[in-house]
Structure formats: C-alpha cells, structure tokens
C-alpha cells in the first residue's frame, strides 16, 4: 500500500483511512463533518436507526434525548 501524506502538514495520513479513500488529508485537517445516528422504537421489536446529516438538527435531537 502506498504511503500518503496530508497535504496541510504533512504527516502520514493513517492507512486504514487512506483505504476508505480519503487520500489528502489526516482526520486533523479533515472536512468531513460527523453524522449523528438516532435510534427509533417504532415497537418492542421494530427499529429504526436514523442518520443526521445536518450537525444542528443532531445537536437539537440530542438535547432532546437528555431530557431526563
């Protein structure tokens, strides 16, 4: 595998991370923002897990989460 290095300060970007494709910068320098999942009970055994996208919203449903 090939070596790469970020491009704002030259470190060695981790391999994992270059096989996941990100290939330019280390997670330091990322622009990758980060998704929130929610999980949803709809019964005692149906789930669903929602992904927010929008770091607001997440914020806001996680306040609302600790409500207690």
């Given at each position: 595998m090939e070596i790469k290095f970020c491009k704002v300060c030259q470190k060695q970007i981790h391999p994992l991370r270059v096989?996941?494709?990100?290939?330019t910068?280390?997670?330091?320098?990322?622009?990758a923002s980060k998704y929130t999942g929610i999980v949803a009970a709809g019964s005692k055994n149906d789930f669903e897990v929602h992904v927010i996208k929008d770091p607001e919203v997440a914020k806001q449903l996680v306040e609302l989460s600790n409500i207690y």
């Amino acid at each position: 595998m090939e070596i790469k290095f970020c491009k704002v300060c030259q470190k060695q970007i981790h391999p994992l991370r270059v096989k996941m494709g990100y290939q330019t910068t280390c997670v330091d320098h990322s622009t990758a923002s980060k998704y929130t999942g929610i999980v949803a009970a709809g019964s005692k055994n149906d789930f669903e897990v929602h992904v927010i996208k929008d770091p607001e919203v997440a914020k806001q449903l996680v306040e609302l989460s600790n409500i207690y």
